[in-house]
């Protein structure tokens, strides 16, 4: 059982390695989920809710507007950079370094801080603490949600944790898997030429995707990056026998201006010739920039932080809103750049400017810096 | 505790079947082993030996040579192919179908009848039925008896009945296993930009592989065909990585004549540019078919069979023999084609055959058709 430090009174920064420090790779992020629900249950203002893996914590002050802010409590696996550490660089920036601290547990503290904090925020808020997130979309938690308990999800405006270092990120590119199959016949490798290597054949696979060069595309008035990539190839079946099967798993991202079935033909033109079967496809999530309820939040961040939207490469759960009809964003402290690596790092100056400017918002107060 | 019937009285065909039916996947041949030691212990010419699940029988009649024959026990996994059943071919053949019928419990039969049968043979005759090698080299029950107990494998010739379809095949080609691998940066898949992926640049070493033209090479009169083929590929960390690392395993048949050092020389030579590591290297054994011991087994044994030595492609426990110096073929029923298939199946007068040509060569008499 691990215990959280006080919500309100600890630093947020602080508060963020804490966070990190209890260890939640997806599938394992019950410890940290109780920790969670027992720190929110402690604060009266809030009804605390549970699903899963899954913390809901939200006020029920009968404002006719509500807020939903949400981030997932899941890493990817640890890679020998737990517990966090802090450094200061040699520009004199002290950074907390160590697994989640980009991925998103400064956007989870944040959050934890100010659901705590804020006993009378401007709107209603809901806040989400949700499980699996970096793993296959159909175990996310917040998909769960939306589909077991939609009204612990419903809201004007959704405001997602992730990491884009203290700036805005409207939007999301979408994502597409693809197993792209080679096949031949199998025998004994010491008799070789009697079968036929699948392997081999993949060659052509992974030279077009070698070669492949991937478009940048105009969305809303933000400029989308795409790619398209291998995440795994496996075959063989023994070490003394002609593979039979090679299997080559792609990944492609494309900007939200296109749609599924476009990034699926795509795709198949990609690799024509082949035999293609999609695992996996969402759609990406155009900006919003233009919703009036956006342009406040973004009117009140943007005064703390200096910034102004950018587009959000990765798929995040901004497009499970968007289905639903909710516009949302993407802020968060962390350079997104660094989610997943090994060697993930925050400014910790820039958690505390996120917590301020979130506050600043949500409270609709003059924030100081450093809140 | 399974029985065989009678090993001098019982058709050897109808013993392979016998043998075929007590499944012996690599490492669970104690069955197996038990009903092989309990059937020899019953014949008092022959002093059997147990270690492991290894058996040998040898005869001490104090003759001036000893000949090993040597057989493993244990098949490759089961795969719906088992008890084995009997099939007359459109042109009248009669073949008997399961697991391990090429793969080689014919050999272990032919071995059984004889090793029973003969009381008195020409020389002496050391039986040897082994454990373990349809996998990892260092668990090969013959290996370890050489190891161990070298006096039980010692002999001026080794017959290893290993499927030939009743032909005799010298030496065998030498076997490498390398591990050829791709290193990059692994990043979100999300902006894979920021990454360098292991697996596009594993699309060369297929195309080398795909291009590459295996020789062939003539070793004291026989040719023996080589190959380079990946036999595993591996690649790959998550769903959403870029992967920064990708593992191309090939395995090398090499002709006899070719050293372990030059066998390593050429696949570092073809993957010149890659990060190569050596995981498996075995050197394969001249056909021998200038010594004089083999010269009059050859005389005996085609005089029954009518068919003329060829080369052997897979690795087979010949070369250990020929590290001991002792020379040594492959000779046995079953096409060596279809070994490790799941559709094996071997005619059963081939079995009888290469029985009667054995017994020709030991027992020195003028065998029949249908021993």
Redesign the interface.
Known sequence: MATLPDLVSTDVAELTAAVCDVASVSGEEGTLADAIEAALAAHGHLEVLRDGDTVVARTRLGRDRRVVVAGHIDT?PVKDNLPTWRRTTADGTEELWGRGAVDMKGGVAVALHLAAALTAPRWDVTWVFYDHE?V?ADLNGLGRLVRVHPDWVRGDLAVLGEPTAGGIEGGC?G?L?AEVRTTGRTA???????GE?A?????EV??R??AYE?GEVEVDGLVY?E?????????????????DE?V??V?Y?FAPSRSTAGAEAHVREVFDGFDVTVT?LAGGARPGLDDPLVTGFVAAVTAVTGGVPGPK???TDVARFAELGVPAVNFGPGD??L????DERVPVDQVRTCAAALRAWLAGEAPERGD
Chains 1, 2 share one sequence.
Do not use: F, Q
Not at 188 to 194: E, F, G, I, L, V
């Open positions: 990817v970096e296959e590119n994502t898997r004994h490798s010491a008799r070789a030429w009697r290597n392997i081999h054949k993949a060659a992974l030279a995707l070698s991937a990056r790619s398209l990539g291998a995440v795994a190839v496996r075959g063989g079946i023994a070490m003394n026998m002609v593979p090679c080559v798993t990944n991202r996996d490469y990765g798929w997104p750049m989610a997943h690596a090994d």
